[in-house]
C-alpha cells in the first residue's frame, strides 16, 4: 500500500510539474516585448470593423473584430449602439486555452482600452463568472462619431512600453475591477 501512495505522489508531482512548466511557458510568452506589440498592432486593427459592423454580435472567431495573438491571448472589440443614442465600446480579453489570470486579463484590457484612444477614468473594467475580462466604455452619439472620425495615434515601441507599465500598474488595485453588465 506504501508503494502504491509513493508511485501515486510521484505522478501527481510530475503532473504538477509538468503544468506549472507549461503555464511558466505561456506566461513568459504573453509578457515579452514583442508580444505587446503584437497585441496592441491587433487591437488597433480591429477598431475600423468594430466601427463598421456595429451592432452585429460576433458569431465565430472568423468575425474580423476577434483576433488572437502568437501568445494564445483572444481579444475581442464591438463598438455597439443602444437605443437611447448611447454607443458602448468593449473590449474582451481572455487567455486561450485555460484561466486567465488578473495579471493578464486586468492588465491587458487596460493597454487594450488605452491603445484605442480611451482614458483610464473613461471606461470600467471587470470580470465574467467566465473567467473573460472585458472593458467598456460608453458614450453619446457625438463622442462616439468624433472618435470615429479620428485616426489612432501611432504608437512607438517606449509609448506602449509606457502605456504597457500603467496598465499594469493599475491592474494591482483590486478595487480597480468593476460589476459590469455585459450585454
Same mark, same amino acid.
Given at each position: 500500500?506504501?508503494?502504491?501512495?509513493?508511485?501515486? #505522489?510521484? &505522478?501527481?508531482?510530475?503532473? =504538477?510539474?509538468?503544468?506549472?512548466?507549461?503555464? =511558466?511557458?505561456?506566461?513568459?510568452?504573453?509578457?515579452?516585448? #514583442?508580444?505587446? /506589440?503584437?497585441?496592441?498592432?491587433?487591437?488597433?486593427?480591429?477598431?475600423?470593423?468594430?466601427?463598421?459592423?456595429?451592432?452585429?454580435?460576433?458569431?465565430?472567431?472568423?468575425?474580423?473584430?476577434?483576433?488572437?495573438?502568437?501568445?494564445?491571448?483572444?481579444?475581442?472589440?464591438?463598438?455597439?449602439?443602444?437605443?437611447?443614442?448611447?454607443?458602448?465600446?468593449?473590449?474582451?480579453?481572455?487567455?486561450?486555452?485555460?484561466?486567465?489570470? #488578473?495579471? &493578464?486579463?486586468?492588465?491587458?484590457?487596460?493597454? #487594450?482600452?488605452?491603445?484605442?484612444?480611451?482614458?483610464?477614468?473613461?471606461?470600467?473594467?471587470?470580470? =465574467?463568472?467566465?473567467?473573460?475580462?472585458?472593458?467598456?466604455?460608453?458614450?453619446?452619439?457625438?463622442?462616439?462619431?468624433?472618435?470615429?472620425?479620428?485616426?489612432?495615434?501611432?504608437?512607438?515601441?517606449?509609448?506602449?512600453?509606457?502605456?504597457?507599465?500603467?496598465?499594469?500598474?493599475?491592474? /494591482?488595485?483590486?478595487?480597480?475591477?468593476?460589476?459590469? =453588465?455585459?450585454?
Amino acid at each position: 500500500m506504501t508503494v502504491l501512495c509513493t508511485i501515486a #505522489a510521484v &505522478v501527481l508531482l510530475a503532473f =504538477s510539474g509538468l503544468y506549472l512548466w507549461q503555464q =511558466s511557458r505561456v506566461y513568459r510568452a504573453v509578457f515579452t516585448d #514583442a508580444h505587446v /506589440r503584437e497585441f496592441v498592432g491587433v487591437v488597433q486593427r480591429l477598431r475600423e470593423p468594430a466601427l463598421a459592423l456595429g451592432a452585429a454580435v460576433p458569431k465565430d472567431l472568423s468575425d474580423k473584430r476577434v483576433a488572437t495573438t502568437s501568445a494564445g491571448i483572444h481579444v475581442a472589440y464591438t463598438a455597439m449602439p443602444h437605443g437611447d443614442g448611447v454607443v458602448e465600446h468593449h473590449v474582451s480579453v481572455s487567455l486561450l486555452g485555460g484561466y486567465t489570470a #488578473a495579471a &493578464v486579463g486586468h492588465a491587458f484590457v487596460r493597454l #487594450a482600452m488605452e491603445a484605442l484612444g480611451f482614458d483610464a477614468e473613461q471606461y470600467v473594467v471587470g470580470r =465574467s463568472q467566465r473567467g473573460v475580462w472585458h472593458g467598456a466604455v460608453q458614450l453619446d452619439a457625438e463622442a462616439h462619431a468624433t472618435l470615429a472620425q479620428h485616426a489612432l495615434p501611432a504608437l512607438d515601441e517606449g509609448q506602449i512600453a509606457q502605456l504597457f507599465t500603467r496598465a499594469q500598474e493599475r491592474a /494591482r488595485d483590486p478595487r480597480a475591477v468593476q460589476a459590469l =453588465s455585459v450585454r
